[in-house]
């Protein structure tokens, strides 16, 4: 991740590209591109505490986000609480979705974006898989047929 305040506050200081590069980690180029944007937003420093990287990304590349993405939007509520019906996938959410985004004339995220997105969706509140217990902790067995029979081969016991 870029660390946008630390490259203002750096530059702010007087260190060189080179030395914003070193430290951040990231290309001259980037930060040269970053630094020209805020100057062309007029986004200047003492930066106040609000604005962290996330919300300096956000106002410097606005296309970026999913809503400035010109998308439609994922209604993630829907798809979690679809997901905890039986034999729904996220696959068959995600077809879903491009049919009602067709159908409103929206462009889809492709499905690998689609999975990206719900699953930093689901990071964010923790989701996990809906198992009762540990797996592996029971074994059920189904069987509708007549009864088995163990013999032991050393006695030919039943």
Same mark, same amino acid.
């Given at each position: #991740?870029?660390?946008?305040?630390?490259?203002?506050?750096?530059?702010?200081?007087? *260190? &060189? /590209?080179?030395?914003?590069?070193?430290?951040?980690?990231?290309?001259?180029?980037?930060?040269?591109?970053?630094? +020209?944007?805020?100057?062309?937003?007029? =986004?200047? @420093?003492? /930066?106040?505490?609000? #604005?962290?990287?996330?919300?300096? %990304?956000?106002?410097?590349?606005?296309?970026?986000? #999913?809503?400035?993405?010109? +998308?439609?939007? /994922?209604?993630?509520?829907?798809?979690?609480?679809?997901?905890?019906?039986?034999?729904?996938?996220?696959?068959? =959410?995600?077809? !879903?979705?491009?049919? !009602? @985004?067709?159908?409103? $004339?929206? *462009?889809?995220? &492709?499905? +690998?974006?689609?999975? $990206?997105?719900? &699953?930093?969706?689901?990071?964010?509140?923790?989701?996990?898989? $809906?198992?009762?217990?540990?797996?592996?902790? *029971? #074994? %059920?067995?189904?069987?509708?047929?007549?009864?088995?029979?163990?013999?032991?081969?050393?006695?030919?016991?039943?």
């Amino acid at each position: #991740m870029i660390h946008y305040r630390r490259i203002l506050e750096l530059h702010d200081e007087g *260190i &060189s /590209l080179r030395g914003i590069a070193v430290s951040t980690g990231n290309s001259r180029q980037k930060i040269t591109e970053i630094i +020209r944007l805020t100057e062309k937003k007029g =986004l200047v @420093c003492p /930066l106040d505490e609000e #604005m962290t990287d996330q919300w300096i %990304e956000e106002f410097l590349f606005p296309e970026k986000t #999913m809503e400035g993405s010109g +998308r439609q939007p /994922l209604n993630f509520d829907y798809i979690h609480e679809e997901l905890a019906k039986p034999n729904l996938t996220l696959s068959l =959410l995600h077809h !879903e979705y491009e049919v !009602e @985004c067709r159908a409103n $004339r929206k *462009i889809p995220y &492709s499905y +690998r974006s689609f999975l $990206r997105h719900y &699953s930093r969706y689901a990071d964010k509140y923790k989701a996990t898989l $809906r198992i009762r217990r540990k797996p592996g902790e *029971i #074994m %059920e067995v189904d069987w509708a047929g007549s009864t088995s029979f163990i013999i032991d081969r050393d006695t030919a016991r039943k």
